[in-house]
């Protein structure tokens, strides 16, 4: 006899991910924890993914501080979250140390359940975060990344389920994190799933091609045990089906999970309102979108690209960029696109896009998966790429963490005069810079306003370093931050500003700039940045505003085409710029640390 089905909800989480780029505040989810903990779920997700640098980067949220929160008022379920495997919840690999203390942590500050993944299904890479989450008592979600293409099939994927079982898990999850899986190759799947592994079976998808409902329900009447879905008001398009759709569609079969359906009706309408609060951070390309089956670009990845091509001002790139992100998954040998390959991908497509060629800059994020440094890669990558990005430097095929030396008490040190808890030490591990940023805007008492409260919940404007303001227009707060300026142009200057964290170009028109006196009063006067606009072929520039993180040459050394001079992170990702010429280092405009902009030299080589 069949039974109820268990359903996980996402709101908390992938929802907000998918649709608002991850910036659900704390604040919009302590009001309604305790109704969505009377549910009856099988468990909430609130954690992991793209949360934990949210917090820190855009919202100047401690993401520990939120998740014990929500675990002081969600007492009767289950709390889960998102695990990168050795990537945890960033971007790279981390050392075995950081992975055990991580999900120790994890587990002490209220997660109970670990979906634990890996982005290339390379399962080497799960080990340490699978038996650490043993040996802690958390309960092991291990899943596979499901993705179409050439070496894709249902008895590769039912390999995958067999060998995370060996490992150890509890539960086997499916997760299609672009909506790939369609309803009938779905029943196939967790039909012979639940004839060969004796686990239970969840089921993760998105609705952004349209047939999240439809899958779901396929999958249910195969027998899956768990599945998720997002409050209505949340749901569909790159986030998940919606939940009360799919319980009206089961009311009264064996798989009923009996709902009280006024208490999500209580939930939907808080959400409706709360979701206004974020509506310019909704992308127009949530979906349902069919061409998501060719261009395979999960919910969170779409949200993020359309919000990272809008910081430099080139959103009228998207298709180009949606169009390139196929060849370039081709190039890396068909990975599955989740977090972090689908930001290498989607930024390496972005940078081939932007700068006109094909891996004439590379992140260096692409250099280490060409290395083999984030694992086996699913297929054989291109050679010709993989050459022109790294020459004759050899492929790794250790497991990449065998690589790493011990980095915990390392950072301790390094940060012990700021912190006073492990996992304070744990988010200067995982997000060095951004941890640090984090740290000093809450000493100056800077607070994320994006998106802007409504009118009747106006707060006051909080103390902003003096590049940094918020102005109130028509009842509206608008955060702006000064990025940057450009050169001088027939006698007019472009400013970069954020504005609610989007990029826009202001031309200002006379150059006028205000300049303090040595009396101390404020006179306008004309003021030239020091740094060249580019005129030379060997005049190096970024290709979009970032940030200097590394430099790699000094004045006076000899550099060959194709050298890395500097190091610029943009978009999430370390980008190396290289030289466009043989030369000598004649000059450098710039220090680690300073804002860039595209059109001024950093690095002039002669």
């Not at 000493?443 to 409260?453: H, T, Y």
């Not at 790699?552 to 610029?568: L, M």
Request: hydrophobic residues 35%; negative net charge.
């Amino acid at each position: 006899m069949s039974k109820p089905i268990k359903i996980m909800d996402t709101t908390f989480r992938d929802a907000h991910q998918s649709l608002h780029a991850t910036r659900l505040r704390l604040e919009d989810i302590v009001p309604i924890a305790e109704k969505m903990d009377g549910v009856g779920f099988h468990s909430l997700e609130v954690w992991g993914g793209a949360t934990f640098d949210s917090c820190l980067r855009f919202l100047r949220e401690d993401p520990w501080e939120r998740l014990r929160t929500i675990r002081s008022l969600v007492k009767k379920t289950k709390l889960q979250m998102l695990l990168r495997g050795q990537n945890l919840v960033g971007y790279r690999h981390y050392p075995d140390d950081v992975v055990e203390k991580f999900v120790e942590k994890t587990i002490a500050n209220g997660i109970d359940i670990l979906r634990i993944f890996d982005a290339l299904n390379d399962l080497r890479n799960m080990e340490r975060s699978i038996s650490a989450t043993l040996k802690y008592g958390g309960i092991v979600e291990a899943a596979f990344c499901y993705t179409i293409g050439p070496i894709y099939t249902i008895d590769y994927f039912i390999g995958l389920a067999k060998n995370l079982r060996d490992m150890g898990a509890h539960i086997i999850c499916i997760k299609d994190m672009a909506g790939l899986l369609d309803p009938y190759t779905a029943y196939e799947l967790i039909k012979r799933l639940k004839e060969e592994i004796d686990l239970p079976i969840h089921l993760h998808t998105h609705d952004t091609a349209g047939m999240a409902v439809a899958t779901t329900i396929k999958a249910i009447e195969a027998g899956v045990d768990i599945v998720d879905t997002a409050i209505s008001t949340m749901a569909g398009g790159t986030s998940q089906p919606p939940l009360e759709t799919v319980c009206h569609i089961l009311k009264g079969t064996e798989r009923d999970p009996h709902f009280n359906m006024e208490l999500l009706d209580e939930i939907a309408d808080y959400f409706y309102e709360v979701r206004k609060k974020y509506k310019n951070l909704e992308s127009e390309y949530i979906g349902p979108d069919p061409k998501v089956i060719v261009y395979q670009v999960p919910g969170g990845m779409l949200s993020n690209l359309v919000n990272q091509l809008r910081e430099q001002n080139a959103l009228h790139r998207i298709k180009d960029v949606l169009e390139e992100i196929p060849h370039v998954r081709e190039d890396f040998g068909f990975p599955p696109l989740v977090t972090p390959s689908s930001q290498i991908v989607g930024t390496q497509a972005t940078l081939n896009v932007l700068t006109g060629e094909r891996y004439k800059m590379v992140t260096t994020e692409t250099k280490n998966y060409f290395k083999g440094l984030y694992g086996r890669p699913p297929a054989p990558v291109n050679e010709e790429v993989r050459k022109k990005i790294l020459g004759d430097e050899e492929f790794i095929t250790v497991r990449p963490a065998d690589l790493l030396e011990p980095e915990f008490e390392k950072a301790k040190a390094e940060i012990a005069d700021r912190v006073t808890s492990e996992e304070e030490v744990l988010s200067y591990c995982l997000f060095p810079k951004v941890y640090l940023e984090f740290l000093e805007a809450k000493e100056k008492g800077i607070k994320e306003e994006v998106p802007a409260p409504k009118p009747q919940e106006a707060k006051p404007a909080p103390s902003l370093a003096p590049t940094e303001f918020v102005i109130n227009l028509y009842g509206e707060s608008y955060h702006v931050k000064v990025g940057g300026k450009g050169h001088k142009v027939d006698g007019k200057r472009p400013y970069f500003l954020y504005v609610n964290n989007q990029l826009v170009e202001v031309i200002v028109e006379p150059l006028q700039e205000v300049v303090p006196s040595e009396e101390g009063k404020v006179d306008l006067k004309p003021k030239e940045s020091v740094r060249p606009q580019p005129t030379e072929p060997g005049d190096i520039t970024s290709p979009m505003p970032g940030t200097v993180v590394k430099i790699k040459v000094k004045k006076g050394e000899k550099v060959k085409a194709g050298d890395t001079v500097v190091i610029v992170e943009a978009m999430k990702m370390e980008n190396e710029i290289h030289s466009p010429v043989d030369g000598t280092v004649e000059e450098i405009f710039i220090k680690e640390g300073d804002m860039v902009n595209p059109d001024e030299v950093m690095i002039r080589i002669k």
